[in-house]
């Protein structure tokens, strides 16, 4: 099995920072793209950043600018740096990671648990 588990949530003023990070474990062979999804009450999922293996990535347009995310291949871990955090970026933070759990095996889609994270004076 594989877990993602992430970390690094919590309550923030507006303009403020947090970073998050997703640590991926368990049967991995490699890891394909790895990325962090967001949910607000009320609000379907939304694509908040992804990164590939090779380090390439992609940002919702409402984060791009703000946000960076990162990756430690070694580490099977994936980062999210929020700076100039708005209220609106108010939601569950979710990991999610294409793994391969063995060599020339297909590659499986996973989910961690999610981390809260507020934006609030």
């Known amino acids: 099995q594989v877990q993602l588990v992430e970390s690094g949530g919590g309550l923030v003023q507006p303009g403020g920072s947090l970073s998050l990070s997703c640590a991926a474990s368990?049967?991995?062979?490699?890891?394909?793209?790895m990325g962090w999804y967001r949910q607000a009450p009320g609000k379907q999922r939304e694509l908040v950043a992804t990164?590939?293996?090779?380090?390439?990535?992609n940002y919702a347009d409402s984060v791009k600018g703000r946000f960076t995310i990162s990756r430690d291949n070694a580490k099977n871990t994936v980062y999210l740096q929020m700076n100039s955090l708005k209220p609106e970026d108010t939601a569950v933070y979710v990991c999610?990671?294409?793994?391969?759990?063995?060599?020339?095996?297909?590659?499986?889609?996973?989910w961690g648990q999610g981390t809260q994270v507020t934006v609030s004076s």
């Open positions: 990164i590939t293996s090779g380090g390439s990535t």
């Open positions: 999610n990671a294409d793994v391969r759990r063995r060599s020339y095996g297909p590659y499986y889609n996973y």
């Open positions: 368990g049967s991995i062979f490699s890891i394909n793209a």
